[in-house]
């Protein structure tokens, strides 16, 4: 693969509230260390919705932008760390699936989606099972599923 090819790849994670998290960004991570290529966070804000008041609903939505900011901050020193280059860091407001779908669709950068699988026995999970499902056709991208129970010796035996 051409070395202008490899560092142009963009492997991104899907930042959320679940333990599967850790293991997909790793993984992101030492594929970008080892094969080259940067690494790109998405952390999707849910909406405030509808409240009594604008003003309160506009500060729930920056209460929820600042969190947003400072755990992709968090997660980016440790992207830092391993790959020795900084991320692409990006927030979006509204529903995870479809934001990520809209970004893939408008941002050319990104070339391989990563996700990983819960731990335990209660399936793949919301999203890998809606973009291996009815959205499949949406994707632009290959995907990369990593099983949520893959420990850090494997990790590094695979990528």
């Known amino acids: 693969m051409p070395e202008a090819a490899r560092r142009d790849r963009v492997f991104l994670v899907v930042v959320d509230d679940t333990p599967e998290l850790r293991v997909a960004l790793r993984y992101a991570c030492l594929r970008a260390k080892h094969g080259g290529g940067r690494v790109a ?46 991320p692409i860091l990006l927030i979006r407001e509204g529903n995870a699936r479809d934001e990520l779908l809209a970004l893939l669709e408008e941002d050319p950068r990104m070339s391989i989606l990563i996700l ?23 994707l632009r991208v290959p995907m990369t599923i990593v099983p949520g129970t893959l420990d850090d010796r494997d990790m590094e035996r695979v990528t």
Do not use: F
Not at 54 to 79: F, I, N, P, Y
Not at 116 to 138: D, K, Q, V
């Open 41 to 86: 966070l998405l952390r999707v804000v849910e909406e405030a919705g509808t409240v009594e008041w604008a003003g309160v609903g506009a500060m729930l939505q920056e209460e929820r932008r600042e969190e947003a900011e400072k755990l992709l901050s968090a997660l980016a020193a440790e992207v830092q760390e391993i790959t020795g280059g900084m």
């Open 116 to 138: 990983a699988t819960a731990a335990n026995a209660s399936g793949p999970g919301p999203l890998i099972t809606a973009l291996t499902g009815r959205y499949a056709p949406r």
